[in-house]
């Protein structure tokens, strides 16, 4: 395993379904992201995990709920979601330290269509 | 407000010709600032990065040129091959609290390269 894998790559729910997308990171990095890309607007951050601990919430609703078990996983949780939530949900991470770039590094995005 | 702005939806170059992708920000803070690339169905991956310390950095057939005092940047692809067909997004960053970095980036700009 390389890099940054996220399952499932496609992903169909209804409305009131419960489902999970996953990360998980094989760089030993100790921070990691999920962010939106809709059509034509930029990447949107939604969470940030530094550690373990979250450290950022992007104003998120909270249809979304992300879990981070420990520095290599990551799971988006979603529940009730509207049809404006589908979009191309990418995970990154990154190795933060005092003077680093904040380069991250992408798993190929999980593309999620609400009906 | 978005932070970061890539006015050019789309661009076609000739094979062999220059292309040259455009983004301009607003935020004084970003000292960091990276392009990444995106094919479809692929998650991002990084092409290159600038410091604000400099004005060019180079890297094969990629130069990207940063004009601090105009806040706009562009990469430099030449010459141009079929396979940079893709998006790219600029990216930029300061150090926020403590030692994190975060990535504000832009819609993306999607480059077809003609042969």
């Known amino acids: 395993e390389t890099g940054v894998t996220q399952t499932p790559r496609h992903l169909v729910m209804g409305m009131t379904n419960k489902k999970s997308l996953k990360c998980e990171q094989h760089?030993?990095?100790?921070?990691m992201y999920w962010y939106k890309q809709s059509a034509k607007k930029p990447l949107e951050l939604m969470f940030v995990?530094?550690?373990?601990?979250?450290?950022e919430n992007n104003s998120v609703p909270s249809r979304f709920s992300p879990e981070c078990p420990n520095s290599s996983h990551l799971f988006l949780h979603l529940h009730t979601l509207q049809p404006e939530d589908s979009a191309l949900y990418l995970c990154?991470?990154?190795?933060?330290?005092?003077?680093?770039?904040?380069?991250?590094?992408f798993g190929e995005g999980s593309r999620l269509t609400v009906l | 407000d978005q932070q970061v702005k890539q006015n050019s939806p789309s661009l076609s170059v000739q094979e062999g010709r220059i292309s040259i992708l455009n983004c301009d920000y607003t935020n004084s803070m970003f000292d960091y600032f990276l392009w990444y690339k995106k094919y479809p169905a692929e998650g991002p991956t990084f092409l290159i990065s600038i410091s604000s310390i400099k004005d060019k950095n180079e890297d094969g057939r990629f130069t990207v040129f940063l004009n601090k005092s105009a806040k706009h940047l562009s990469l430099h692809i030449v010459p141009s091959q079929p396979g940079d067909s893709a998006v790219y997004f600029c990216?930029?960053?300061?150090?926020?609290?403590?030692?994190?970095?975060?990535?504000?980036f832009g819609s993306g700009t999607q480059l077809t390269v003609l042969p």
């Open positions: 990154a991470s990154s190795q933060v330290f005092p003077g680093g770039t904040g380069e991250l590094f």
């Open positions: 990216a930029a960053s300061f150090i926020s609290s403590g030692s994190a970095r975060q990535l504000t």
């Open positions: 995990y530094n550690f373990k601990e979250q450290t």
């Open positions: 760089l030993g990095h100790n921070a």
